[in-house]
């Protein structure tokens, strides 16, 4: 079945610096969707990417799809605290999602 | 709109025992997945439902199991426990996985197996 693994597991910043978390198939993706998780919560939809080299942003985050559709990023630009919790990638066609990156910012 | 219902919210049991954990979906919503969430393996999928039937299946033994109703409600079995099956249990309903809709977690059910 289709494998989406994601990096860093962990990312510890300070509040105004920028973080990436990066996911990869092995396989191509119909589309691919990213969850936020905050501590003590559950996942909550952020954004869905669709398009061979798709971009879109939401305020200071990011969120690109790669020409292969094997691969994407969600860049965070001058994070704050608010940023805290982990984020996961899903792959749509089986809705399996890498193991997470855990962000904490150091206020 | 009541979001996605999961009851109960936490749950001790002691290995061998079997549990039932129960999932309300959000309103005209009719996909439901069941996610097992730990901190060393992040979100595993065990299993969708579709208008009462079985899409996919995650790779979990056969003491996971689970079932929909007419009314899209979900329920989720786990016999003989083991410790190993401590963990957050999700559940997630979209309104058509084919139609690429997002998902929408209730809170979870944190299980203890002791």
């Known amino acids: 079945g289709q494998q989406v693994m994601q990096i860093p597991q962990y990312q510890h910043v300070q509040e105004g610096e920028d973080f990436t978390t990066y996911c990869n198939s092995s396989t191509t993706l119909s589309n691919i969707q990213w969850y936020k998780q905050r501590p003590g919560g559950h996942p909550v939809f952020l954004i869905q990417l669709v398009k061979s080299g798709e971009v879109k942003k939401q305020k200071r985050l990011t969120f690109q799809f790669g020409e292969a559709k094997k691969n994407s990023s969600l860049h965070i630009t001058a994070t704050q605290t608010t940023d805290v919790g982990t984020y996961f990638c899903a792959g749509v066609d089986d809705m399996r999602f890498g193991a997470g990156t855990r962000l904490t910012v150091k206020p | 709109k009541a979001g996605v219902t999961q009851t109960p919210r936490y749950l001790i049991k002691t290995r061998g025992q079997q549990v039932t954990l129960s999932c309300s979906p959000i309103?005209?919503?009719?996909?439901v997945s069941w996610y097992q969430q730990t901190p060393g393996q992040g979100l595993q999928f065990l299993f969708e439902y579709f208008s009462e039937t079985q899409r996919n299946k995650g790779n979990f033994p056969g003491r996971f199991s689970g079932r929909q109703f007419s009314n899209s409600r979900s329920e989720m079995n786990v016999s003989t426990l083991e410790l190993g099956d401590s963990a957050l249990y999700l559940c997630?309903?979209?309104?058509?996985?084919?139609?690429?809709?997002?998902?929408?977690f209730g809170n979870g059910t944190r299980l203890t197996v002791t």
């Open positions: 309103s005209g919503h009719r996909s």
């Open positions: 997630a309903s979209s309104l058509s996985r084919n139609n690429n809709s997002p998902l929408h």
